[in-house]
């Protein structure tokens, strides 16, 4: 448009002039662009109606792994003699291959393909629209155009496989599992012994106790398998994530997060993951592979967030929870969260907390000096006195030094039972 306006004023200015001074040599220099006008006003593009198909290799993938894009273009309208066509990317999206701006000519009723490839860090990727510019071969006249094509990618975040996540909540659902029911009834461990009933195996006849009974039989009883509800708490909140220039723990809680979500729905249980942030973000609790995807996408989309109203936790409600169910938080723990996480286990909740060492990981950013050093050992002596508060209250808490895999380090003490004499595992 530029350049039609350009020529238009030229070939103005040269009638005017050759029509004021009666020069005919004005005027028949003002005929070569007059006739370059007409003829790129005669292979004008129409306005271009074109659309646009999107298709992505995986709409789900690892962090860094490629993912191929391709946009399929079909022409609906008249030839086009230059189409160009741009697609926004998100700034946190790389591209490892290609170009996602191309220049081609497009004939009437054809289709031409494109592709490019991306790879990102964890997170949600929207596609949402293509911008378009058709122009005629000499550049005169052009039609901008914004077209939308839907696409979304998610990239997920690293699964580390757990063998196991051994839980002992007072309250379990009715379905067989993995998590004794402190009930009676079809299991592996021994519960204690009851009268001989009809229709009982003759295997389950503890001949000992009914040795000291002429008259009675006794039989063994086992204690019952169940799943339970279990609810995860990821903290987002930047005072409890955020340290040293802006160097964040919470990629290391969102693998902690993952990792026991995957590890205790293959166990059977019912499980639902909280996001504590800027906002709350409920992924109510349900059973299956589709609950895993559900929990994976949620863990996509979750981000580091600031907000006075969610600043501590006093608005983690146990009405999100059912009653006597097992709550695992992932928070490096700040000191004002002692009071909320002792009320949940006073409620009758079993209460876990898998804490990345924010120490630990805030001490390898600072450069080594002698007052970073004693702030270090100041701050490590608060932090082990409200690790001791939350395990006399009968809280178990699981540190975990984030330079060691999650599923080497932690994995192992996840998979024994603790008891309430002893809960605070430091795993370094």
């Known amino acids: 448009m530029k350049r039609f306006i350009f020529l238009s004023t030229i070939i103005y200015t040269l009638l005017l002039l ?3 001074s009666l020069n005919g040599g004005l005027i028949a220099t003002a005929i070569p662009f007059a006739l370059y006008l007409l003829y790129g006003f ?21 962090p860094g792994t490629d993912v191929i894009v391709t946009l399929t273009v079909h022409n609906d309208g008249g030839s086009i003699e230059e189409l160009s066509i741009e697609d926004k990317l998100s700034s946190n999206l790389t591209l490892r ?9 497009l004939p009437k009723g054809s289709s ?9 860090p964890r997170g949600a990727y929207n596609f949402e629209s293509v911008q378009i510019e058709a122009r005629d071969g000499l550049g005169l006249i052009h039609h901008a155009k914004t077209i939308p094509t839907a696409g979304q ?30 009930a ?38 086992f204690q019952q398998e169940r799943v339970a509800d279990v609810g995860i708490v990821l903290d987002a ?16 809680s969102i693998t902690a997060a993952a990792a026991l979500s995957d590890a205790l729905i293959a166990q059977g249980n019912r499980v639902g993951l909280l996001v504590y942030g800027s906002y709350l973000n409920w992924t109510l609790p349900a059973y299956g592979k589709f609950q895993r995807e559900r929990i994976l996408h949620s863990l996509a989309r979750a981000t580091v967030g600031h907000s006075s109203v969610f600043e501590g936790l006093e608005h983690l409600s146990s009405r999100m929870f059912p009653p006597e169910s097992q709550i695992i938080l992932v928070s490096s723990l700040t000191n004002d969260d002692l ?31 002698k007052h970073v050093e004693i702030a270090s050992r100041v701050v490590r002596l608060e932090r082990n006195l409200l690790i001791r508060k939350l395990e006399r209250a009968g809280v178990q808490v699981i540190e975990w030094d984030v330079s060691k895999p999650f599923d080497q380090a932690v994995g192992p003490v996840l998979m024994r039972p603790h008891s309430q004499g002893f809960v605070h595992w430091r795993v370094s």
């Not at 291959?97 to 000519?105: Q, V």
């Not at 804490?355 to 600072?366: A, H, R, T, V």
């Open 153 to 182: 990618l998610f990239v997920f975040p690293d699964v580390r496989r757990l063998k196991s996540v051994v839980i002992r909540p007072r309250k379990t659902r009715v379905y067989a599992g993995q998590i004794p029911a402190r």
């Open 97 to 105: 291959l290609g170009s996602t701006r191309h220049l081609f000519r």
């Open 18 to 20: 050759g029509l004021v």
């Open 237 to 252: 909140r930047e005072r409890a994530n955020l340290f040293h220039e802006g160097h964040s723990i919470f990629e290391h």
């Open 339 to 369: 009071d909320i996480v002792v009320q949940f286990r006073a409620r009758g909740y079993q209460v876990l907390v898998v804490s990345p060492d924010p120490i630990k990981y805030e001490i390898e950013l600072l450069p080594s000096a």
């Open 112 to 120: 031409h393909a494109l592709t490019y490839t991306v790879a990102g």
């Open 184 to 221: 009676g009834g079809s299991g592996t461990d021994f519960f204690g012994v009851r009268d001989y009933q009809p229709g009982d195996s003759p295997r389950a006849i503890n001949w000992h106790a009914s040795a000291r009974h002429a008259d009675s039989l006794y039989a063994n009883e």
């Open 42 to 62: 005669y292979n004008a593009p129409e306005s271009p109606q074109i659309r646009i198909e999107r298709k992505l290799s995986s709409d789900r993938a690892a």
